[in-house]
């Protein structure tokens, strides 16, 4: 099992003269370095990207959050467990932003026992609801590693082949109480190609780095909330997917909304829903079957087709186009007097970026806006309508 | 009514495509100067309603757009919103000096893109992506400099003018504008003279802002001023014209049809209306189903009796 050589820990290697980054200038001032650390962090995200690998699109992820003793601790404010839950709120919504047609389940696991908090559902409002209410829940006895993985496995394993299958474990104990042996647990996981992640809260353990060795998945330890917030955001991005994953075709209906203000006679139309109960006037229509629905993306219950609109879909394409990192210039190189070509505002950084298609100039700001949200030069689409 | 100390800014992005407006012209002797000055009147209205109201004007043409109000050649840059007009001029009929200043700078900028543009091709379509990139840019860049300098949370939407129809290839840049604007909360309102444009009416309907299809084009103010010129908070006391059913069908990508119920390649996520073994954008191929193999039964031979 453990043929591979081990990353040598850190306090294995030599000194790390942390304190010689920092530079003052003439006046003594260390404004000007700490600006550059700010900048260089600014812009670490988006120098990371793909390239030309296939992204699992379609992703079926199960987050696990140690609910045990140790969650009561107070090194994140106001204590473990709530920071989580407020982390896992932004994640959910940020998550479902990203990866539009992808579902996401909860499970909890204290009292050496795992608890599905809510189902596999492609809608953030169930997940947001459960996490309002885990807020109260209290936080007694040990985590089971190996009863929340069993958990999750049983409904992972049952999807189709061409989805991403994966295990993000939120984990803050150094203990956890296992009814079997967790290895054959882990062999089963690799051999279902479900990959395990785990970011943990207190410090490494052994046991989880084995697991997200083998199933492909990644594990570090939080240093503070805005690291824990960070670690969590990297999930949200679709991974690269397994080399063996199958490709198919899944058939899907498209929906418009419609509008119930004009037509009467579907007042009386039930809904599929069992959890909300009511009439409502508006809804999305299955093409197939007519079934009414309130939400979308959704499964019908009638017919079993997908449902999704097409906002839905274009959603994603931003992750199979990625925009190309821009080229870092220094302000002294251009003509002076330059302008940002996006926000026409005047060029004040020492540091400007060029596309390297158009030759458009940004500022820090518009670059990094254009990277997280917009994902297209707004020069390039005015010079590729040209040819 | 909007508290005292908001800000509001309102970015208007106007499509100017010269050819489309020459037959316009021909057909009806509509100019592209009324409807310049039905937008001024707007963007002067806007301005009036509050001290702290701020305007951008965005020229849409279909290799570029720039920016016609405030121009980056005038006081250089942010000069036009801290409200140093050392050079303003003087317009001699008492209006507030900073419509008139407006209003003069359009009009120039105007003549300049005009003018100045090289022509390609002849194509009526326009590019309205590229103008909404910038302008969401613009409206970020004000957001952060407001923020800093005086404490105050800015909110904005963009109106968009459109004539001409619509450019297929901007689908995929024009879909990521408009998530970027619904991240920002920013919303896009639309104003049609010509013919119904799908894309605005889903950029519409995922914002939250409004979209109109103007029958008459001479009435161009007055369809401003009552639908476009009241901010998100005024809406809902208004009675304004009721929302579109919007087409959201996608179409396939083998024949261009709208499809209801389609394939879609898990890989790279295209759009088929019928089944077939390789994707023709990723080139995978993909596992047939096959329909599962039944045991025969034996059956028992009924025995007569």
Same mark, same amino acid.
């Given at each position: 099992m453990d043929e591979e050589p081990e990353r040598a820990k850190r306090w294995e290697g030599g000194y790390e003269r942390t304190w010689e980054v920092l530079k003052e200038d003439e006046f003594g001032s260390l404004k000007a370095t700490v600006e550059e650390i700010l900048f260089q962090s600014k812009r670490k995200r988006a120098l990371e990207s793909h390239g030309q690998v296939r992204l699992g699109m379609m992703r079926h992820l199960y987050v696990v959050i140690d609910s045990s @003793?140790? &969650?009561?601790? &107070?090194?994140? @404010?106001?204590?473990r467990l709530k920071a989580t839950l407020k982390l896992m709120e932004a994640f959910v919504e940020e998550y479902f932003d990203q990866n539009p047609i992808s579902q996401v389940g909860l499970i909890t696991t204290k009292n050496k026992r795992a608890e599905k908090l809510t189902e596999l559902a492609g809608n953030p409002k169930k997940h947001l609801a459960a996490l309002k209410k885990a807020r109260d829940a209290a936080c007694v006895g040990e985590p089971s590693l190996y009863n929340s993985l069993n958990l999750a496995m049983q409904t992972l394993k049952h999807m189709p082949g061409h989805t991403s299958r994966e295990i993000v474990v939120i984990f803050s104990s150094l203990t956890t109480c296992d009814p079997a042996n967790i290895y054959e647990l882990i062999k089963t996981l690799k051999s279902l190609k479900i990959r395990v992640s785990v970011i943990g809260l207190s410090a490494e353990v052994r046991v989880c780095t084995v697991l997200t060795r083998e199933t492909g998945g990644t594990y570090h330890v939080c240093l503070d909330e805005s690291h824990f917030k960070e670690l969590l955001m990297f999930h949200v991005k679709p991974p690269p997917a397994n080399a063996q994953s199958e490709c198919s075709l899944i058939r899907m209906g498209r929906c418009a909304h419609v509008c119930f203000s004009q037509t009467l006679k579907h007042s009386q139309t039930h809904l599929d829903s069992t959890s909300e109960v009511g009439l409502s006037l508006g809804g999305y229509f299955c093409p197939q079957c007519h079934a009414k629905h309130t939400e979308l993306p959704v499964e019908c219950k009638i017919c079993g087709l997908t449902l999704v609109s097409a906002p839905h879909l274009a959603r994603s394409f931003h992750h199979l186009f990625p925009l190309e990192a821009f080229r870092e210039t220094p302000l002294e190189e251009l003509p002076a007097d330059r302008f940002c070509h996006a926000c026409q505002g005047k060029l004040k950084d020492k540091i400007v970026f060029t596309c390297p298609f158009c030759s458009g100039v940004f500022c820090t700001e518009c670059d990094l806006f254009i990277h997280d949200s917009l994902h297209c030069c707004p020069s390039c689409i005015n010079s590729q309508h040209s040819n | 009514m909007a508290s005292e100390d908001e800000l509001n800014l309102l970015v208007i992005v106007m499509d100017v495509n010269p050819i489309w407006w020459g037959q316009q012209a021909q057909r009806d002797m509509s100019e592209s100067t009324e409807c310049l000055d039905a937008v001024m009147v707007m963007g002067n209205s806007h301005m009036a309603m509050t001290t702290t109201n701020r305007l951008a004007v965005i020229s849409s043409h279909f290799q570029d757009s720039h920016f016609l109000y405030p121009c980056k050649n005038w006081t250089g840059g942010d000069g036009a919103w801290d409200g140093t007009m050392d050079e303003a001029p003087y317009c001699g009929d008492g209006k507030y000096e900073l419509l008139s200043v407006a209003n003069n700078v359009v009009a120039e900028e105007m003549k300049r893109v005009m003018s100045t543009t090289e022509m390609k091709?002849?194509? !009526?379509? !326009?590019?309205l992506a590229g103008s909404l990139a910038k302008a969401l840019c613009c409206i970020l860049l004000q957001k952060i400099v407001t923020f800093f300098s005086a404490g105050q949370e800015m909110k904005s939407r963009i109106l968009v003018i459109k004539t001409a129809e619509d450019c297929a290839r901007q689908y995929m840049n024009f879909m990521n504008v408009i998530f970027a604007a619904q991240k920002q909360n920013i919303l896009i309102d639309a104003c049609v003279l010509d013919s119904d444009s799908g894309l605005l009416q889903q950029a519409c309907d995922i914002t939250g802002g409004l979209y109109l299809k103007i029958?008459?084009?001479?009435a161009l103010a007055q369809y401003l001023l009552w639908v476009f010129l009241p901010d998100l908070e005024q809406r809902p006391q208004l009675v304004l014209p009721p929302p579109v059913h919007v087409d959201y069908r996608a179409a396939c990508f083998c024949h261009r049809n709208l499809i209801e119920i389609g394939y879609v390649c898990s890989v790279c996520l295209s759009i088929f209306c019928n089944f077939s073994p390789i994707c023709t954008t990723c080139e995978t191929a993909f596992k047939i189903q096959l329909p599962q193999m039944m045991k025969s039964k034996k059956k028992k031979l009924k025995q007569s009796i």
């Open positions: @003793r140790t &969650m009561e601790d &107070m090194d994140l @404010r106001p204590n | 091709g002849n194509s !009526t379509d !326009t590019l029958p008459q084009k001479i």
